[in-house]
């Protein structure tokens, strides 16, 4: 074992948004040293939790890294690149959308500063955006960034990993290949099963009329709607409502008029829309307001969130829940305290490359299984 010594790994964030995944990191003892966001309301909410010298608002297409002196050296890179184009709820351009390629100014930070590893996050539809093009092309584009990079891709669904919310989310993580850190993908911890049971919407909020400060607005409701949602069970939509009804609201997604059932975790969280897709209390017959919503995605109550109701809505929706990346923070952590053993994982990234996206998706879980069945 080599010798151990305890830092604070330096993150530089890109598409930072409001700072989940941040968040989760700074809880495991990263510390982010420079961030940047495009939208206004998100930088002021990163800038408030985070730091005001930390993050600036800028169009990434400006920013050089290789240029830019005031941009920090940094141990870890990480970023949601915007995922509107691979979205399976909306239509799904991909690499041909107007933001699908904006993955590649992650690449150029990587190129500029070979941080020992990156974390990038994206909606479950870059799996299939481009008829499975898209995310070949991406994962081929981190591994051959600065030094060359070992490249691991994992579907989570965060409610695995302490999230009172069912939402799936790609990780892709790339490690430096001369580092010789055979990371692992970490194994769900929550769930039916499993040692821990999965943490409840009812529990998430409960108390949360006691907060009393920090995105509680409420939200306006029509009677008509009122009267809607009352007739909407515990955990169900609109389906509930006959279609022959004369209260029937024809949805295209299963969000619309979704209400909260307590006893598990609740429905993925969306951004934006309009027709019903808030997510809705219960018993309450109400939309859920920002400070709710923000408990579902596990942020502190301290967490205070700048803008508009409605651009905190987004702020809130677009999101990587905190609590559902600590254990990969801790996971990669040895990496730069230098506590592991080093081995060959060029090996291993070639190995990566002769499999299929499903079975790269595949390939950590079965570690794990392994270990369990031994």
């Known amino acids: 074992m080599t010798e151990h010594r305890k830092i604070e790994p330096k993150i530089l964030s890109l598409f930072s948004g409001c700072g989940g995944l941040d968040l989760g990191f700074h809880i495991a003892g990263y510390k982010t040293v420079w961030a940047n966001d495009i939208n206004e309301w998100a930088v002021q909410t990163f800038a408030a ?26 141990d870890l890179i990480v970023g949601g690149f915007p995922c509107q184009d691979f979205s399976v709820v909306w239509k799904q351009p991909g690499l041909d959308g107007d933001r699908g390629n904006l993955y590649k100014h992650y690449l150029r930070f990587i190129n500029a500063k070979r941080p020992k590893a990156f974390v990038a996050e994206n909606v479950k ?4 955006a481009n008829k499975g093009k898209a995310i070949e092309e991406i994962i081929k584009g981190f591994s051959e960034a600065g030094d060359g990079y070992m490249v691991k891709i994992q579907l989570y669904n965060f409610a695995d990993y302490g999230v ?9 993580v790339g490690i430096q290949l001369d580092t010789g850190f055979n990371f692992i993908h970490p194994a769900p911890t ?9 943490k409840t919407a009812g529990k998430a909020l409960k108390g949360v ?7 509680k607005e409420e939200i306006k409701i029509m009677d008509k709607t009122r009267k809607l949602l009352d007739r909407i069970p515990e955990g169900g939509n609109f389906k509930d ?30 951004a934006a829309g309009g027709g019903g897709t808030w997510g809705y209390h219960y018993p309450e017959p109400r939309p ?29 929706g677009n999101a990587v829940p905190p609590d559902g990346v600590v254990l990969l923070a801790k996971t990669l952590m040895p990496l730069f305290e230098n506590d592991y053993e080093k081995v060959d994982i060029s090996e291993i990234n070639e190995n990566l490359k002769k499999l299929s996206i499903k079975e790269r998706l595949e390939y950590d879980l079965k570690i794990h299984t392994a270990k369990a069945e031994k």
């Open 49 to 74: 939790n985070f730091g005001e010298n930390i993050i600036t608002q800028k169009n990434i297409e400006e920013i050089y890294p290789k240029k830019d002196t005031t941009i920090p050296e940094c």
């Open 125 to 128: 539809g870059i799996l299939t």
């Open 164 to 172: 009172p919310q069912f939402r799936e989310r790609v990780l892709i």
């Open 190 to 198: 929550h769930g039916d099963g499993r040692k821990n049971k999965y």
């Open 209 to 215: 009329e006691k907060v009393k400060d920090f995105n």
């Open 241 to 270: 409502i006959p279609a022959d009804d004369p209260d029937y609201v024809k949805g295209m997604i299963s969000h619309v008029y979704r209400r909260l059932k307590l006893d598990e975790p609740a429905k993925t969280i969306i």
């Open 288 to 316: 859920l307001c920002n400070r709710e919503r923000a408990r579902l995605q596990s942020f502190d109550d301290n967490f205070k969130f700048k803008g508009t109701v409605t651009e905190i809505r987004r702020q809130i």
